[in-house]
């Protein structure tokens, strides 16, 4: 059986857009229709680190409604994406304390 330091040594971070619909009380910009969000979120898989965004979005009162996977920092490396030091500062922090990161919140607006 894993125990939780295997675990540990099992996780990566992975890079999420997540689109936000409006919910009452989202803090979001008046006006907004929605948001997207882009995140940095850790789990042992891409699935396990959607659904703890979307959990953690939920208790935020957020109103998530779709989740886009970019990969690991890997992955997107080996697809040409470039990453600065702070996105890699923000992914390390995310990896560190087994955590979701939210990067950046765009608003939308019709």
Known sequence: MADKTDKANRQKV???LVQLGR???DGL???ATGAALMCYASGVDEAEA?????AIL???DQAPLDVTGYGTAEE???QGHEMDEDERALMQR???ENSVIVAQITPHYD
């Open 58 to 60: 939920k208790q935020a």
């Open 50 to 54: 959607v659904r703890e965004t979307v």
């Open 76 to 78: 997107r490396a080996a």
């Open 23 to 25: 919910k009452d009380g």
């Open 14 to 16: 992975y890079t999420l």
């Open 94 to 96: 995310a990896l560190d």
């Open 29 to 31: 910009p008046k006006g």
